[in-house]
């Protein structure tokens, strides 16, 4: 085994071993420092991936993926399935961000853990059962595999809502696992038409939609499309996505706007994209038009929201449209400005939620009418606050600003008229995101404090700051350096769009 196929192996081995560890451990506290210790653990290998003979991508007569590590054993031979993971410039940025974000959420419940009928302990195992479903995800190379990982998810966050939520976390749980399992229907049947029809479950083979005829591909990108859309989510398959982050808990908004969101985005690119080319182009404006779609409509919920978490919700339906435009291009422009997205948006919303959950824990309620004047009370908090949101409304300098940038630089390089009035709407829903983030600011930052901000302190628990400055210093750097994440994926985007057109 080289060091490069032990550091896949270890990456998902380690929370999965760790969760059992975290159920088999007495005490709840100590339970939660296994689980936390665990969580470091892997973040170790998902860093070190980046090491090695950077082959990037490398497509020869027939589309054949160099990742540069990748393990192939196999699986089922029966049905020639294989267990096939590999890491490349796309996935590498989101295997460290998932790491980074179980550790920080897993480390959160050292100092509160929200109150639920499993305690930290379950809460932790859950978490770290999570990671390994989404790291699963970036790394399978294998369609059926893919499929797989992708569902390990559902369970364990449906229980971390329905646990450890708000008064209505049971509706929230289950609307969440409804629309997820219809997405993983049409998802089941995707992958069932591309394996049949092509023979083979390798997406190193099924790169480019060898194999598969233009009548395939088009069914096989609708349906595969529309399941990615559901995880995105894309209007208007988004419905789930508000309740479930305000009912959440802290954590559990962090890793589902953080990452969760990610497999949907990472999925198009990689398997709809990827496998079904033809398809790609023949629905690509109407992906543009409900990418722009829902831009316009988050920003203007938003502007209507009178609830921190669910206005936050709200946001990331309007900022992963930027992504889905970025997507539905087909440009190298769009497709590394939606894979910087992706890492913004984990970044920056994760450390709005963060920040959310600490204003509800001290004010007992998230209605922004109830949280006026926080910088006279708690600056601290407010300074943070004030941070993720010009960060998240594309301040230049800051992460948020790339993707939704250059998606709408894509849209105008596409050309012709539906692209370029795709790039003017979404360009006007970039305004008003800053627009209610404003608003959000002026709501809850500035004023006289109000009666629930007035019994909020100064201080902030070192706890809590180890958590956010990890968030805090990623904003900024992915801002000032955007090479950190685009100049590996540059290689492996140039060579898949080589393919899809």
Known sequence: MTFGQFLLVSLLALPALGALAVAATPGDRAARAVGTAVAALALVPAVLLVT???GWFGYGPRPAVQPWHQLDLPWVPGL????????????????VLTALLTLLCCGYTLWRVPEGAGGGKALVALLLVVEVGILGTFLALDLVLFFLFFEVVLLPMYAVIAGWGGPDRR???????????????????????????????????LTGGSGLSRGTQLAAFTLLAL?????????????????????????????????????????????????????ARWAAPVLGVLAVAAIIVGSLVCLAQDELKRLIAYSSVGHMGFVLLGVATLTATGIQAALIGNVAHGVITGL?????GAVKDRAHTGALAELSGLRETAPRLAGLLG????????????????????????????????????????????????????RLLRRVTHGRPSPAVGRIGPGVAVAELTAWAPLVLLALVVGLVPALVLGYASGPVNALLGVVR
């Not at 995880?231 to 789930?240: A, E, G, I, Q, T």
């Open 171 to 205: 509706r929230a749980a289950r609307k969440f696992a409804l629309y997820t399992l219809f997405g993983s229907v049409l998802l089941l049947v995707g992958v069932y038409v591309v394996v049949a029809a092509a023979g083979t479950a390798d997406l190193v083979a």
């Open 387 to 438: 941070f993720a949101a010009v960060a998240s409304l594309g301040l230049p300098g800051l992460a948020g600003f790339w993707g939704e940038a250059f998606a709408v630089v894509a849209a105008v390089q596409r050309g012709g008229p539906l692209w370029t009035t795709l790039a003017v709407l979404a360009a006007i829903g970039g305004a008003l995101t800053a627009a209610y983030f404003l």
């Open 80 to 95: 020639e399935l294989r267990f096939h993971l590999g890491v490349d410039g796309i996935s590498w940025p989101l295997v």
């Open 52 to 54: 090695g003979d950077h």
């Open 227 to 279: 399941a990615f859309a559901v995880k995105s989510p894309l209007w208007p398959l988004h419905s789930w996505l508000p309740d479930a982050h305000t009912q959440a808990p802290t954590v559990g908004s962090v890793i589902l706007a953080g990452v969760l969101l990610k497999m949907g985005t990472y999925g198009l690119i990689r398997v709809a994209v990827g496998v079904a080319p033809e398809g």
């Open 352 to 356: 709005l939620f963060f920040l959310a």
